[in-house]
């Protein structure tokens, strides 16, 4: 038995899974502030030993803990992370003082991929990649059928510039694709076109729905506002650029676009999405452009990602 | 023994290569027009003819033929190239013909990324990448010790879009990363920079030389000439915007520049290219930023590469 954690700014999720990928025990809590380390290891812990108890599995029998950290991750240690003070912090040796078991650490995103891979969207693929709309663009890669990992810095696909000299990024580029194609990029799209447009009815919803959101555009183009038609569509095209990039560069069998933004219509995000990416990808030269589709297995995809990341290495 | 053989659009070359890694044999013949398949693999066949009687080998004893072609490749075929007629030519049944050893297909810029990883700047690495810098804007990568090939059509790296709505590039797409930063791309950025200053030195050198090429700018900015020295200033600009691009995406620990523009003052390009990029790729954020070089190879890195596929693959 694995169990799978993922490590978020705000929360921290658990899973039992089974060899077979599944998901028999689930513990979930907010991440309570800490200041030691050690502190923060023992929530971890505590996960652990109640998915564990649920299903009365000895948490010494374990055959591993696999955790998805918003950061990048070595032999064991976190070596940067930007939610959360664990930089430098040598988890496995910190959780292994109580519950002696191998632990994996690898970057969430790459999980997500993982996940998405074994269990999801990617089944049956043997190059497949992963974008999430969040608070940033994160991404994943399966080559070959193993995780392409880099200490989980690989995939930072949110920060290829594709405006040179736009709008600013957080990272300090300019232009970079998740300041047009995150959650975060859209409501600032969002925001832009009602400043332009007053009369949108793009006020109306944000208002209706206690301010803007990921959701906005997307339901007030539902009911047929012209300025959010035109929104949806030029975030489509931003996100078509950057997905029609990577596409290019890895031409992957398959990428899955994650993360809640994914679920808008599906006429007005993955629709377009798809098409826009699979007729102007490079492959689409030899009739085998990347297939785009929507991930599977929404929050659940970091979860079994960690627990079954030994497949993938 | 090995025979690499590097298509070109108007030359080919072939290399006999020893298992380490050996040029002991080379011959190279321009591309003689053709019209049925047949007789251009026949070019193919003499040129491997001809390295192994320049050291009494029999071909029929060879591990291999390795071939760089420039397009995509599968299972023995060429499925796609747009420089020559060869689209559908199943190379290696018909060269099988007369030369009964195996024959690998790859495309042009994996071979080279191959032969640099093996036997040029990459050696010693895991994650290797290079981009070469030509006609358009190559790429190949080599991951976790394997070349990623993808039939060839992984690593169009050149239609990487840059500049959402930039100038128009020969792919259907705007503001492609080649329409910048190959030697094409210069060469256009050195004609608009004349036009816009009629006193720089460039139009001298440019006569000078016979032309505008791809040396003009890097030639006239030895000379001072300020405005030579800011259209190489972005001329790097933009090659180090992707190629950040590209180090954030997937981390390699090596991107080895190479093609002719490489060539140029090391203070003038590879210098600030490398600092550019590893200032600001997402991994710097931990110290471990991509190291950028210089390819060693120069042409052979295509033969060489196309002879040792195999340790890749």
Redo the contacts between chains.
Sequence with gaps: MFVGIDVGGTNLKAGLVTPQGEMVAVAKKPVTPFTAPEDFVSQLVALTLDVCAQKDVDPATLDYVGMGIPG?VKAGEI??TCNLPLQGVPVESLFRQTIDVPVLLENDANCAAVGEYLLGAGRGTT?FAIITLGTGVG?GFI??G?L?S??G?????G??????D?ALCG???HGCWETYSSATGLIRLTKEAMDAHPQSALHAMAKEQGGVSGRTAFDTALTGDAVAVALCQTYV??LA?GA???C????PEMLAVGGGVADAPSHLLMEPLASQVES?C??S??G?PTRIVKAQLGNDAGILGAALLKQVL
Tied chains: 1, 2.
């Design positions: 990048a070596t940067y190059d991404g080559i070959g193993k392409h880099g200490g810095m690989v995939g930072e696909v920060h290829m510039v594709i405006e040179k736009g990272c300090g580029r095209d931003y650029c029609t990039n990577l290019s560069i890895l031409q102007s490079y492959a030269n030899v085998t």
